[in-house]
């Protein structure tokens, strides 16, 4: 089921709910299905899936202190 981001025309309330196919969000708050659906950003996982890391395997970055061969 995918998460949507949702501002409520009614009360201006900004969440986020999960949504099945046929259903209809309404605002926790008031209950209105008056909404606004927010665009959502998708990351691309890094290389590998993990976090970016430097040449030499370094997880907090690039120290500029690496031997040879690791640049």
Same mark, same amino acid.
Do not use: R, W
């Given at each position: 089921?995918?998460?949507?981001?949702?501002?409520?025309?009614?009360?201006?309330?900004?969440?986020?709910?999960?949504?099945?196919?046929?259903?209809?969000?309404?605002?926790?708050?008031? /209950?209105?299905?008056?909404?606004?659906?927010?665009?959502?950003?998708?990351?691309?996982?890094?290389?590998?899936?993990?976090?970016?890391?430097?040449?030499?395997?370094?997880? /907090?970055?690039c120290c500029?202190?690496?031997?040879?061969?690791?640049?």
């Amino acid at each position: 089921m995918p998460i949507y981001g949702y501002t409520c025309n009614s009360c201006g309330h900004e969440f986020q709910t999960l949504v099945q196919t046929g259903e209809t969000a309404e605002c926790p708050l008031c /209950a209105t299905t008056d909404l606004t659906q927010q665009l959502s950003l998708i990351a691309k996982p890094a290389k590998g899936g993990g976090p970016d890391l430097a040449p030499c395997g370094n997880p /907090a970055g690039c120290c500029n202190n690496c031997p040879a061969g690791f640049d």
